[in-house]
């Protein structure tokens, strides 16, 4: 029988280091995901969204995975940690959800994508549908994402300003109209008193917060909180040290951006390279 190796590897975040180890195992094997979905008889895509992180499969698969590479219960703890791992991350999105309805202000920097309480629905769509989501599943979680918005609509909004990178608007959607209307939205919402948007452009260079998007909630009683998302996963941070050197990461992104004025003109800019729809 096989040596079964130990759990612990190179990545220490779970689901990165299921993913990980299943890229690990077939590549020493030699075999490409369309040979190891025809020895295994799953559809190939399915291989090689699990090695992405995009999804972490069903127990059924993952057993199947442990007898064909010869590592029995290897991959089916690692899959249980990461199911578990999932768990406390939705845990920990609950909380921030619940925090940030109670939030009187609220600063953001995004790194790739337009942050949930400024997306249009067609937006949200395929952000959400890039991420494997589809049919109902994906209906219901656009319009929880439309349902965010309200925040921002209340008689007392919060004060809301997001600094975004120079990507998030170079990364257009497949519809180019809808891209319009996300633009549109974009500069018309960042006209309003309550809502201030700035663009980092790709000349202020490397700065602290390149690899995450990051949301800071000020609450009621003064405390300051935040929330680090990567592709991976998010972390709500409470402790007072951490969130002080995200803030000061924040503020030195912030000196690196575009005023408010500017920013809408950068965006206005962008618009006019959208070729108009011939049809209107």
């Not at 190939?44 to 090695?51: Q, Y």
């Not at 519809?175 to 633009?183: H, N």
Request: charged letters at 30%; a negative charge.
């Amino acid at each position: 029988m096989p040596t079964r190796r130990a759990v612990s590897g190179r990545s220490r975040e779970p689901r990165a280091r299921f993913a990980e180890e299943l890229r690990h195992l077939r590549t020493e094997r030699g075999d490409s995901l369309r040979q190891l979905g025809e020895r295994l008889g799953w559809d190939w895509s399915l291989f090689g969204k699990m090695e992405k992180g995009e999804t972490v499969g069903g127990p059924e698969v993952v057993q199947a995975l442990d007898q064909y590479y010869g590592t029995p219960g290897l991959l089916l703890a690692l899959w249980e940690l990461a199911i578990s791992d999932q768990t406390q991350f939705k845990e920990r999105y609950r909380r921030y959800m619940a925090l940030e309805a109670e939030a009187t202000s609220l600063w953001h920097f995004a790194v790739s994508v337009l942050p949930g309480l400024l997306q249009t629905p067609g937006y949200a769509r395929e952000v959400l549908a890039a991420g494997g989501l589809k049919g109902d599943a994906l209906d219901q979680q656009v319009e929880a994402r439309m349902g965010r918005r309200e925040l921002l609509a209340d008689e007392d909004p919060p004060q809301f300003r997001t600094i975004l990178s120079e990507a998030v608007l170079r990364t257009p959607l497949r519809d180019p109209q809808q891209w319009r209307q996300q633009l549109e939205y974009l500069r018309e919402v960042g006209e309003r008193d309550d809502v201030t948007v700035q663009v980092a452009p790709f000349g202020a260079g490397l700065h602290g917060l390149t690899n995450a998007d990051v949301m800071f909630l000020r609450l009621p009683e003064g405390r300051t909180v935040a929330y680090a998302e990567n592709g991976y996963r998010g972390e709500l941070v409470e402790e007072t040290a951490p969130v002080e050197r995200l803030q000061r990461a924040y503020d030195s992104v912030r000196d690196l951006a575009l005023s408010p004025s500017d920013s809408r003109k950068f965006i206005l800019r962008i618009l006019e390279e959208i070729p108009c729809d011939p049809s209107t």
